[in-house]
């Protein structure tokens, strides 16, 4: 019963992910930003992302109580896309776009953390939980694709993003309410995760590999719309990538029980360089879809190997936090630097821009060849016992 209620809840925060990643840019364009805006607001928030996380996550972590901060947040996230409709021009679209992802960049890691901890304390298999998000992500993709083929308007996406809220909303009420003992003082989670070695060496590495996707994330169904790509087609090339990840996620625990995290990232990483060369040399359907698969490596090995790591490496009451860094830095920091940057670079080379990001992905590995050199398999950070691998 709790795997069924996690999972419809990642069906439902999975909907607005759906509509955001591959049309938002779509949308802002609709309002007359151009790319080097596109790229600033995008990477607003992911910014936001930096603080939000770490703001709400400790006081989730000191109560012991998870459920009712996603709840909140889930609900503010909707209000602030209310906002948008009233918003116009640069500036204001700015302003409430770091509301906006104030509440949704802190609702997912405290989603996260909530069930990493029904994987350690009821046995769950994490991948067979989170790949319900992934079928969502895709199902979403691929419908509004379609919508949007048929001529019903790029206005009608904000629409969709209000409504998707509202669902989240509603799911966030169905969640179990896990509760750990209190950590104790206030920035001590903080303060040993961010002293340790293995952890900063991780946190490096996921942030250089998923960052890497920002152009993708940021310029691929522009770019795509801009060769001839039908908005149909355009859905299937990011369904494709997702029904990758959901193979991946299916047999994550296996994956990650023979691989382990380090090893995971390195994948990740070799997977990242073929991407991105590939789609910075072609445009072509076929290619497009040969490495649309890759991104079972390129996002779903970083995102399983993380998991993986926090479910291994950090103690019980410091998950949220470690889920909330992992976020803000991986998914907020690094990501916004590197959507800033994008931006630029697609406005003066085109699809090349994707080699910056195979750059990236390489770094990345790098890192990750330290952390396996540096991190044994198994080692909690805080001296206690693992829970069970995800």
Same mark, same amino acid.
């Given at each position: 019963?709790?795997?069924?209620?996690?999972?419809?809840?990642?069906? !439902?925060?999975?909907?607005?992910?759906?509509?955001?990643?591959?049309? *938002?840019?779509?949308?802002?364009?609709?309002?007359?930003?151009?790319?080097?805006?596109?790229?600033?607001?995008?990477?607003?928030?992911? !910014?936001?992302?930096?603080?939000?996380?770490?703001?709400?996550?400790?006081?989730?972590?000191?109560?012991?109580?998870?459920?009712?901060?996603?709840?909140? #947040?889930?609900? %503010?996230?909707?209000?602030?896309?209310?906002?948008?409709?009233?918003?116009?021009?640069?500036?204001?679209?700015?302003?409430?776009?770091?509301?906006?992802?104030?509440?949704? $960049?802190?609702?997912?890691?405290?989603?996260?953390?909530?069930? !990493?901890?029904?994987?350690?304390?009821?046995?769950?298999?994490?991948?067979?939980?989170?790949?319900?998000?992934? !079928?969502?992500?895709? $199902?979403?993709?691929?419908? @509004?694709?379609?919508?949007?083929?048929?001529?019903?308007?790029?206005?009608?996406?904000?629409?969709?993003?209000?409504?998707?809220?509202?669902?989240?909303?509603?799911?966030?009420?169905?969640?179990?309410?896990?509760?750990?003992?209190p950590a104790q003082g206030a920035h001590a989670p903080l303060r040993l995760l961010l002293?340790?070695?293995p952890f900063a060496l991780f946190l490096i590495a996921a942030s250089l590999l998923q960052?890497?996707?920002? @152009?993708?994330?940021?310029?691929?169904?522009?770019?795509?719309?801009?060769?001839?790509?039908?908005?149909?087609?355009?859905?299937?090339? *990011?369904?494709?990538? @997702?029904?990758?990840?959901?193979?991946?996620?299916?047999?994550?625990?296996?994956?990650?029980?023979?691989?382990?995290?380090?090893?995971?990232?390195?994948? +990740?990483?070799?997977?990242?360089?073929?991407?991105?060369?590939?789609? %910075?040399?072609?445009?072509?359907?076929?290619?497009?879809?040969?490495?649309?698969?890759?991104?079972?490596?390129?996002?779903?090995? #970083?995102?399983?190997?993380?998991?993986?790591?926090?479910?291994? $490496?950090?103690?019980?009451?410091?998950?949220? #936090?470690?889920? /909330?860094?992992?976020? /803000?830095? +991986?998914?907020?920091?690094?990501?916004?630097?590197?959507?800033? +940057?994008?931006?630029?670079?697609?406005?003066?080379?085109?699809?090349?821009?994707?080699?910056?990001?195979?750059?990236?992905?390489?770094?990345?590995?790098a890192v990750a060849l330290v952390l396996a050199r540096l991190w044994r398999e198994g080692?909690?950070?805080?001296?206690? #016992?693992?829970?069970?691998?995800?």
């Amino acid at each position: 019963m709790i795997a069924l209620r996690l999972a419809l809840f990642y069906v !439902v925060c999975f909907l607005p992910i759906g509509i955001q990643m591959p049309f *938002w840019p779509v949308w802002l364009a609709f309002r007359g930003m151009g790319p080097a805006e596109i790229g600033i607001l995008l990477a607003a928030t992911n !910014v936001t992302r930096i603080f939000a996380g770490p703001a709400f996550a400790p006081f989730a972590d000191r109560a012991g109580r998870r459920k009712q901060f996603i709840v909140g #947040t889930a609900a %503010g996230a909707l209000a602030a896309y209310l906002l948008f409709s009233f918003a116009e021009g640069f500036w204001p679209l700015l302003a409430v776009t770091v509301l906006a992802a104030l509440f949704s $960049a802190a609702m997912f890691p405290l989603a996260e953390s909530l069930t !990493v901890l029904a994987v350690r304390t009821h046995g769950l298999n994490y991948g067979r939980v989170r790949l319900w998000g992934s !079928v969502s992500f895709m $199902a979403t993709a691929i419908l @509004v694709g379609r919508a949007l083929g048929a001529g019903v308007g790029e206005g009608l996406i904000l629409t969709l993003m209000i409504g998707a809220f509202a669902l989240t909303t509603a799911g966030s009420l169905g969640l179990p309410d896990m509760r750990t003992p209190p950590a104790q003082g206030a920035h001590a989670p903080l303060r040993l995760l961010l002293g340790s070695r293995p952890f900063a060496l991780f946190l490096i590495a996921a942030s250089l590999l998923q960052a890497s996707h920002a @152009v993708y994330y940021g310029f691929s169904t522009l770019h795509w719309r801009s060769v001839g790509h039908p908005d149909e087609w355009i859905g299937a090339f *990011w369904a494709e990538g @997702v029904v990758a990840e959901i193979v991946l996620f299916a047999v994550a625990a296996q994956v990650a029980q023979r691989l382990g995290p380090a090893r995971l990232l390195l994948l +990740a990483a070799a997977g990242g360089v073929v991407r991105w060369v590939v789609l %910075g040399a072609t445009d072509q359907w076929a290619a497009i879809v040969v490495v649309q698969a890759l991104h079972a490596a390129t996002f779903g090995a #970083t995102h399983v190997a993380a998991m993986h790591f926090i479910a291994r $490496a950090v103690p019980p009451d410091m998950v949220t #936090t470690a889920q /909330s860094l992992y976020f /803000s830095l +991986a998914a907020g920091g690094a990501t916004a630097l590197f959507m800033v +940057a994008s931006g630029w670079l697609y406005e003066a080379f085109g699809p090349h821009a994707y080699f910056a990001m195979a750059l990236a992905s390489a770094a990345g590995g790098a890192v990750a060849l330290v952390l396996a050199r540096l991190w044994r398999e198994g080692v909690s950070l805080g001296g206690t #016992t693992p829970g069970p691998g995800v």
